[in-house]
């Protein structure tokens, strides 16, 4: 499995592609932006876009999805139902937030959910639940309700969007936010091993030994 980093969108969201030499087949997590130009990065390499994952459904995170799936319109997506609330305000969310802003429309919220039958699934995820037999979906409220973590035993890669970033945890200031939810949620991380690579929705890649809350000051 190779990876590949784009820092996309005004608020400098990371959006990550992944793929499989062998077959081809690649996955897109947080297309926060610049649809077209990750859609290029796809095409270059030849790959098929096989699934994207969200997450979560703030605005800066979701808004370069309408470009994929017109260009790949067999990828499956997949958002925790608990989001479709703000998926569904991200394009307002985007203006409000970002002055001058003009972000893509996003594909409606029935394709997004029913596109993949199999996404039902999320609504209630089970541990150890996985995607394409690799990525363990682990279910991690607080930041947002349908806040998702991503993660892939055999390269010790964990994909965090803004549950767990470099040094911080996710902001609960929302009036939707749990911080005593996103406690639980870390908590659930910190399961894992500790030599596991985050790569979160903002900044630099850590590690869970390096953001044990005993750690920071």
């Known amino acids: 499995m190779k990876l590949e980093l784009f820092v996309v969108g005004p608020?400098?969201?990371?959006?990550?592609?992944?793929?499989?030499?062998?077959?081809?087949?690649?996955?897109?997590?947080?297309?926060?932006?610049?649809?077209?130009?990750?859609?290029?990065?796809?095409?270059?390499?030849n790959l098929h876009l096989?699934?994207?994952l969200l997450t979560h459904g703030h605005f800066d995170h979701v808004?370069?999805?309408?470009?994929?799936?017109?260009?790949?319109?067999?990828?499956?997506?997949?958002?925790?139902?608990?989001d479709h609330f703000l998926y569904a305000r991200a394009a307002s969310s985007a203006r409000h937030f970002v002055p001058n802003y003009a972000p893509d429309p996003l594909p409606l919220i029935e394709s997004l959910t029913l596109k993949d039958p199999s996404a039902k699934h999320l609504e209630r995820p089970q541990k150890g639940q996985t995607l394409r037999g690799e990525i363990e979906v682990i279910l991690t409220p607080g930041h947002t309700?349908?806040?998702?973590?991503?993660?892939?035993?055999?390269?010790?890669?964990?994909?965090?969007g803004d549950t767990l970033l470099k040094g911080t945890i996710g902001e609960t200031h929302?009036?939707?936010?749990?911080?005593?939810?996103?406690?639980?949620?870390?908590?659930?991380?910190?399961?894992?091993?500790?030599?596991?690579?985050?790569?979160?929705?903002?900044?630099?890649?850590?590690?869970?030994?390096?953001e044990v809350p005993s750690n920071h000051p």
């Open 11 to 45: 608020l400098q969201t990371n959006c990550y592609l992944l793929w499989d030499e062998d077959s081809g087949e690649a996955i897109v997590i947080d297309p926060g932006d610049e649809g077209d130009f990750l859609s290029e990065n796809i095409v270059r390499r």
């Open 145 to 160: 309700p349908g806040s998702m973590c991503f993660y892939l035993p055999k390269k010790g890669w964990l994909f965090t």
């Open 63 to 82: 808004v370069g999805l309408l470009p994929l799936t017109l260009n790949f319109p067999e990828a499956k997506m997949y958002l925790h139902p608990a």
């Open 50 to 52: 096989e699934s994207i």
């Open 174 to 210: 929302h009036k939707y936010s749990r911080p005593l939810d996103l406690s639980r949620s870390l908590e659930k991380l910190f399961t894992l091993p500790p030599e596991t690579v985050v790569y979160p929705g903002h900044g630099e890649p850590t590690t869970l030994a390096a």
